[in-house]
């Protein structure tokens, strides 16, 4: 049988990503504390190919994925996947796209009633020739109260639903664990959100919400200056989406920044 | 050339609905108060398959569509397009699903300042036989302030979007424009909402709905004395879906009801 | 505190459905052949609401969902958390629909290499009374061949990613497992899919889809066939969705049938 | 009543956007050979934001669009926004993303029956200072053949529907129309897809594609060689995704280039 990927190309065009997107997968992810958690994972993986092949071999890519199911994903792991990827296509880059729902166990402010909120999670592993580099994201849902709203009413304020969308690059000798990231991230709101409650908690989440009025700038520049001051973080990008419950569109703030070495 | 969808099927199976579906096309919707407007469809058309066919001839359906898209969508515009459909694929049953965005111009409540929000809005034709029935659906953004909330606070109260989603069905000697139901539901929120507004309209808009607490309960029962009380109406479908910005789900009420002759 | 919720209303309006929707969180689904594996699941969860009553306690299905999380989930497991529920929340009727993609270990066709594929599905429960009903979904995709296209042309025709979607309710003395299901509905297209395949399996796939072109007629009919004659079903509804590679749009073929008694 | 907005803030942090996203509008496109297409907006619209001072000022913005609703869209035009956008909110930096479906008017191969296929489209345009750039963007679906799957086999060959993304930018004194782009994107896959068409046209199709197999990797490096030779674009992204017929995932492959002057 005619391998045809392997045919010789004539058109002198090296590609830079070659490979699946949209592998459904559950994986397992480390624990802060101890332990790991199953995740539903979906996996886009690539390499890069020489101008003179004509194609990659796409099953390659699902092997690889297969004999994976069964370990721990981390940055660590994913970057020695790579390095098998890379051996087994004969290729100078490879690249993971991992997206998945990390629940962590809270609890709510007063009553202390356990919930899982879930947080849409990214680990995403480049590894260039000898060069790896890791980012980790994660979007974590606030409820801000608008400052304007309440200064210029007699009463009440406008809450509504907000997501701060992370992703950061830590230098590789450091660690940043998702919990972490996420508990940082949630107290930048008017409030964080709660899977469970009491009426005492919500007592709580109105009135302290009702004291701390943030604009989508207000939680972003709190961001920038949060991730600008974690000494393991060379790297980042955020952005605040506020879905405004008196409009049915949203006010957003967006920030990239390489931290100052 | 065979023409395969006629041959002979032995399986004796009839099939209710055969046809396309996500056909996005423009079309012009009739405005009230006189004129048109273009909209982006999203359609999907079927008819019933006798037993011994094999299979529908599909292109039909996108050369009535084509033919169709110079003209006004209506209830009785639909029919026609069905009876047209019938006849040319002798069927007995023949619908049509059209999905499109509706822009309402508005203003504002205090400055009167313009705005056009958009209404996810929804056409369902069915032929059957001789007998013709028809379904309008929008879904209408709210705002809703938790009464709860108000009630155990001392300050402030949790908002949040919400969307009262109605289908209905009126007798075939009345009509009911998407201008008015919308007007009709949106009144049924703590608070409408606006695509632009100064800041005295944002002071009304915060005093008012923290005036008027809502529950999904609430929302849902109003519009439902509303669609019983309406003497055109003799079906509907209600849902009201409140966006927590507590959580990161959203708190639902859903009727369903047959209004007695 | 005041109990908002337990106020009187007097509307003298009874809700059907008054709950949550989109929680999401991790759960366990039994697997055929023993064991268990974990999904990640969205819920929704409602009551009916008496006349007189101005709101349900949202916070009760949360608190009931919380506690379920260890367990395994079932038919018979819903059943009785819909018991529960019901006595919590005084309510008659309680609902739950949960939706998670179920992964299925499988091999290829020649080669024998393990893929595990994700199917979406679903579980519908509903307590009514005394009367407990259940309805199992599952999507299973599948590659279909046009027979048109095929009879028509000299060489070559078009091949696509279809969808068959089925919902069963069978009787409470029998029991369906989703693998069942989607073995025997993935076998009504040209071919199955799979998630990874060496050349051996690709030619074997591309000859023998070949050799079976189906309309999406020719799927529904098959389908409908195949759950009128399993003697445990007794209501079904099924849909074969075909994303035409020849088109931006699909075509599609849809049934509900009650199966006599 | 004070501008809350305007209050100086003291945290020193000056933010690269700040706007409103998933604005919803209908508006108007220029069409090539004369005239003008109503299509439904999504915009998102952002300026810069010094760092003394507290928040932007968002319903400007809708001011703005709703001013610009009667206007014809173009890169031109779009500058002209951003122009009077930093004057009325006294900024450096301001942006624009605008996406819509394009409807393209054409005829099938053999038949020319009339159909006019949607295109997902995008502009992109920054005023940054005195420098304004604009970005051009266009999906394009396809169908592809796989040249593996034609080369191993006796019989057939598996085609899909995949997905050419171009993003554009061409120098200031040159235009490039969207009609043009997807012409010569749409040559690339093993055939164009339809909206309509008859028998003699699917038998056209069918063979031709199967005469002209191509890998992802094909249909990238052909779009690379393509936009390289045009001389009026100077940067590029390209992307083709193949919905695999025969997994549940996709194939892709990416490539992104600054034309060297």
């Known amino acids: ?28 992810v480390l624990v802060k504390g101890g332990g790991s958690r199953r995740v539903l994972g979906d996996i886009s993986l690539s390499v890069d190919l020489p101008h ?16 994976w199911g069964e ?38 402010p007063v009553s202390q009633l ?21 980012v980790l994201g994660v979007d974590v849902p606030v409820m801000t109260l608008c400052p304007c709203s309440k200064e210029i009413s007699l009463r ?3 809450t509504q639903r907000a997501v701060i969308r992370a992703r950061i690059r830590y230098f590789p000798d ?21 899977s469970n409650f009491s009426i005492d908690d919500e007592r709580r989440i109105t009135e302290s919400s009702y004291d ?16 600008r001051s974690d000494g393991r973080i060379f790297w980042f990008e955020v952005e605040c989406e506020s879905q405004e419950s008196i409009h049915n569109h949203s006010a957003f703030a967006w920030q990239e920044e390489q931290v100052p070495g």
Chains 1, 2, 3, 4 share one sequence.
């Open 1 to 28: 049988v005619k391998d045809v990927q392997s045919l010789i190309d004539g058109r002198g065009v090296k590609i830079v990503r070659v490979g699946v997107k949209h592998v459904k997968m559950p994986l397992s």
């Open 52 to 67: 003179h092949f004509k194609g990659t071999h796409m099953s390659r890519f699902l092997e690889v994925l297969e004999e």
């Open 71 to 108: 370990k721990l994903v981390s940055s660590r792991e994913i970057e020695s996947l790579l390095e098998d990827l890379r051996r087994r296509l004969r290729a100078d880059r490879a690249e993971l796209w991992l997206k998945f729902t990390y629940f962590i166990p809270g609890f709510s």
């Open 114 to 134: 356990p919930g899982s909120p879930g947080y849409p999670s990214e680990f995403h592993g480049i590894l260039d020739g000898g060069n790896y580099s890791f």
């Open 156 to 158: 009440g304020a406008h």
């Open 174 to 194: 450091t660690f940043v664990w998702i919990e972490d990231l996420v508990s940082s991230l949630e107290s930048l709101g008017s409030s964080p959100i709660y």
């Open 212 to 227: 701390t009025p943030r604009f989508v700038e207000d939680v972003l520049r709190d961001a920038v200056l949060l991730l």
